[in-house]
Each structure stands twice: as C-alpha cells, then as structure tokens.
C-alpha cells in the first residue's frame, strides 16, 4: 500500500479486533475483490449469464467484463493507479458498476457519492479522501463542479451519460481499447473503497473498507442469510454509493453469480413494477419504502410479486406491523438487519423461517455481538445497553483518529451508538440510538449538520433540531429556530428556511417541521437540552407558533 494511504488509517491500537470465524472467511493474501465478483463468474462458465438488468436492457457477464477491462486500460491511460482515490458520481446505472470493477480491478480506491448530495457535502469529501478524478453522471455534474473550489486535487472529471463538447467521456475512455485486463496484484488488507457517513457532529466520516472486508460481507451476512442461487435477482432502490445498495446490488449478486436489477428513483408504483417486470427475488428497501408500497390501492393484485422470495429490510427498524401487513399481503417475509456503513453490511439480522417481528434477529454467522454498559461490561438478558460487535468486517475511519476511538472501544468492539436489549433466548431487540442523530425515512441525518445550516440564515439567532414522530417515516426532522430581533414568524419563512437548507445540504436533511420559539431550553452548563424538545409539546413555555 502506499505510504500516503497507509497513513489515513487509524493507529494499530484502534483497529477493530477482526475474526475470520468460518472457514469462507479464508482468503488468500492476494486478494482483487473485482477478480472475484466478476472475473470469476465471466472467465467461467457464466460469461453468457446475466450480470446487470437495467430497463429492457441486459449485460451479461461477459459484455460486462469487456466493459470493465477497456475502461481499466482508459484509466491507466489518464495516469490513476494503485492507492489513487476516484469518486464515482453516479445513479444506480451499469455505468456505475463498470466504473466500480474498473477501479478494483485496478487496485485504486473508489469513494462513492450519494447523488442527493450539494456541493458543500461533496466539496468535503473530495477533499478528505484526496480524490484526483471523479467518474460523473452527465445531468448531476453542476454540483460537483461547484464542489471543485474546496478540493483543489480533484482536477480531472470523467463524463458518463450526457457529456457536453471537449468533456473527457466514460466512452472515449472504452473506445478502442483491449477486452482483456489482468487484475492488480492486491492485498487483501489493501484499501478497496472509503465509503462516507454522515456522523452524529456533522462531520462525513470515511469509512474503510479493504478487499477482504466486502467479500466477507457476502460470505458472512449474504452467504448464511440469503444462501443465494445464481438464479436470484436482486433488486431494491438503494444507491449504489450507500454500502447497502453496494452490496445488495453489486457485490451479493456477483459474488454468487446471480444478477442485479438496476431502477431508476423510487417511487413504490415503479419499485413494484420492477419487482414484477425484472422478476426480482430478494429486494432490499427500507422501512419507509415497504410502508409507501403497502400504501399503494390493491397492490398485491396489480403487482405480480410471484417471483419475490426474500425482502431485505435496513436503515431504521422495521416495526412488527409493517412486517405483518407486508407479509399478509405478498407472502413474502421481510427480514430486518442492521448494518451500518462502518461494518460494511449487516451484522445481526432475522433469518427466514425464524423471524421474530419486531426483533431485529441474531447475529450473523461470523460475528460476535454483545449488549454492554459505557464501560464494556456485558449486561445480561432484558436489559438495555449498547450494542458492541466483532466480527470479519469493522470500523476503519480515515484520517479520524479521535472518532475511531469512539467507534472502536474495549481493545477492538464496534459500538454503533445503538441500544439494544438481547432476550434470554438470543434475539436482539433495537431500542434506540444514544447520540443525536436522527433517523428518518432510513436516511441518517445529523442534528447538528442541520442546525449549522440554518443558524447560517440572516433570520436565524440559533436553532435545535430533534427528531418528531411521524407515521409513514418514522421519524421526521423538526427544527425549533430562535428569530433574530426585527424577525417574526411566518408561513413563508418558515418555506424560505426549508429551501435554505435543501440549497445547501442534501434535501432529504431538510426539516420538515419548522416551530419558533422564544429561547431553546438549556443546562446549567449551556448544552441544548433536546430531550425537553421531543416533549416540547407539553410544554407551557411553548408558544406554539409556526409548525
Ligand atoms: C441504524 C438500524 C434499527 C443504526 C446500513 C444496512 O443503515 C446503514 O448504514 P448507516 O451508516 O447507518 C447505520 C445506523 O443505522 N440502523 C440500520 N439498520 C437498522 N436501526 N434497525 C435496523 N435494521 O442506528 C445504525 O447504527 O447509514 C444498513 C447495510 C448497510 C448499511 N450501511
């Protein structure tokens, strides 16, 4: 690994204690996740099976290996090799997984971007991962041009889709190039990709993960959970760049040389449309979105769901109603699984037949998990703790030497910032999370983040940001904003403030509830006090205004 790389990773003593459990989780010392995913399966005998659905179209693995190899040679071409950080800007379009192979096969280190995210967000972590080039989807391109002033090394962008003249294309790259390309000579501790969450402070953390580590998710969580066939086919709407949809809809598929059925935004009549059409057999949503499909009138009956044989659910958890409802109206179990973008995948998770609802499951085979007390002690049956696991992935952050700390305790336990209570029979029930962060239709949104954001705004003296019941996401933002003197509350201010943010920060972190409020409630020391907001309903110095 290179010297420069090498360093972003956290000191030795902060590293997760890994353990390779199971006799899958064995790979050898050179180790090239793209010779895995799809060399493997198109210099086989699966080179005429397909690979990737996308509308009508279909990329069988051999066309997609040809794709990945010329674009290996296009970007050794441009000078990227080994260590070199490229961000991928992309939808969930096959563009996005040549792209990805390529970058493996290559040995450099891919740092995948939600396409939600503005400037700000993406200026940030340009920078941070020290991105020289960027592979960008044609119509999401101005944001990341507007980003380019915070991130002086990335000066190279690669147009896919829609390119405008004198743009370096993704297809000029390919044009004319071998179909053949030997994979890098890798390690399999060696940095395959750094995938960003947005932390409880508000800060992006990257997240680490090295060759091994996105096999051993497949062999671990996908592997015991959803014993893929190569008949299976993977669908869902997360993106591609969120290590849930990396994995649902890249690495699981290809790693049993099944295929994967890409769709455009997600709206629940064309999800379920793609289930049916695509045939899809294991999908993977959140929450929120099987709750959207229910919604939809007679749903199972316009809906040929008759291929679907496991649904995935993740991001926030998945209430024992949504699960009966889903299950009474296709046949179909859902199986909850938390998983966080540090850990990769899922780490505990429900199995099929055994699924208690309401519980998110047991852990996944490879994985220790525990509920413990603040100093690592482990808590017995019924109560509640933080939930702290070991296993053949794990938190490795870049450059955050003092978050890992956080992360990673006790000589080598991830701790989530989750809460959790374990029956004496081994299931593991969520509670919540510790921290401030909220979680609202799956999306992670940071308080704080929130809050710098609107405090920037001329009207604003100072805000808090809480989460707020709501029915159909669970939780949604709400802001409580303290106006500057001269400003009073308003309907259009309150629509100015949400456009403000949506400017500014991804727009699903915009806050969806907006309350004025005379002061924000505080300890002796000067902390917000956030929990007397989320009640702050009942509260008689509440004037109730705005909303
Ligand atoms: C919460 C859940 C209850 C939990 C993720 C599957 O969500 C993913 O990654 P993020 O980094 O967030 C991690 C946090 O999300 N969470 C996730 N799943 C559940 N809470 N029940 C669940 N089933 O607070 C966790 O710490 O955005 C999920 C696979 C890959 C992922 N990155």
Not at 75 to 81: H, I, K, M, S, T
Not at 387 to 404: E, L
Request: glycine share 10%; aromatic share 8%; charged share 25%.
């Amino acid at each position: 690994m290179i010297p420069e790389v090498r360093d972003a990773l956290p000191p030795a003593e902060l590293m997760p204690e890994r353990v390779y459990a199971l006799p899958e989780l064995r790979y050898p010392l050179r180790l090239n996740v793209a010779a895995e995913l799809l060399d493997r399966n198109a210099e086989g005998d699966r080179a005429g099976r397909p690979a990737i659905h996308a509308g009508e179209r279909v990329l069988t693995y051999g066309e997609l290996a040809r794709k990945v190899n010329r674009l290996c040679h296009g970007l050794r071409g441009l000078g990227l090799d080994r260590g070199d950080r490229v961000l991928l800007r992309m939808p969930n379009v096959p563009e996005f997984i040549v792209s990805y192979l390529a970058c493996q096969k290559l040995g450099v280190v891919t740092v995948g971007t939600m396409p939600m995210l503005r400037a700000r967000e993406l200026g940030y972590i340009a920078d941070d991962a020290g991105t020289t080039a960027a592979i960008v989807w044609g119509g999401l391109r101005e944001e990341l041009e507007r980003a380019q002033p915070q991130a002086p090394e990335l000066k190279r962008l690669i147009v896919a889709g829609q390119a405008q003249p004198g743009d370096t294309t993704l297809e000029a790259l390919m044009d004319g190039q071998p179909e053949r390309f030997a994979p890098a000579d890798t390690d399999r501790d060696e940095i395959a990709m750094i995938a960003y969450t947005s932390g409880s402070t508000g800060v992006p953390k990257g997240c680490v993960h090295f060759h091994r580590d996105i096999l051993a998710s497949a062999d671990a969580y996908a592997r015991h959970v959803l014993a893929p066939t190569e008949d299976d086919r993977f669908g869902g709407h997360p993106t591609l760049a969120f290590t849930f949809g990396t994995g649902g809809l890249l690495v699981f598929p290809f790693r049993f040389g099944a295929s994967t059925v890409l769709s455009g935004p997600f709206t629940p009549e064309s999800m379920l449309e793609t289930f049916a059409k695509r045939r899809v057999t294991i999908c993977f949503c959140a929450p929120t979105s099987y709750r959207l499909m229910l919604g939809v009138p007679a749903m199972a009956r316009r809906y040929d769901l008759g291929a679907l044989r496991l649904g995935v659910s993740a991001a926030e958890p998945l209430p024992a109603a949504t699960w009966a409802e889903w299950h009474a109206a296709t046949g179909v179990e859902l199986l909850d699984g938390i998983g966080s973008t540090e850990m990769f995948h899922i780490f505990i998770s429900s199995l099929p037949g055994r699924v208690r609802p309401g519980a998110t499951g047991v852990p996944v085979a490879g994985y220790g998990c525990r509920v413990v007390d603040e100093s690592g002690n482990e808590l017995g049956p019924g109560q509640a703790g933080l939930v702290a696991i070991k296993g053949p992935t794990g938190c490795k952050y870049w450059r955050k030497p003092d978050r890992q700390a956080e992360y990673v305790r006790w000589r080598g336990w991830n701790v989530t910032g989750d809460v959790y209570v374990q029956d004496a029979d081994g299931y593991f029930t969520y509670q919540c999370r510790s921290d401030d962060m909220i979680v609202s239709g799956g999306y992670k949104i940071p308080g704080p983040e929130v809050e710098q954001v609107l405090d920037e705004h001329p009207a604003v003296a100072e805000s808090a940001v809480v989460a707020a019941p709501d029915r159909t996401r669970g939780f949604v933002v709400k802001a409580y904003v303290v106006l500057n003197p001269g400003r009073g509350p308003s309907a259009e201010l309150v629509a100015e403030l949400q456009e403000h943010v949506k400017r500014e920060l991804a727009p699903y972190k915009y806050p969806r509830a907006i309350e004025f409020i005379e002061r924000l409630p505080r300890t002796e020391t000067g902390k917000i006090q956030r929990y007397i907001l989320r009640q702050a309903d009942v509260l008689p110095w509440n004037p109730g205004a705005g909303g």
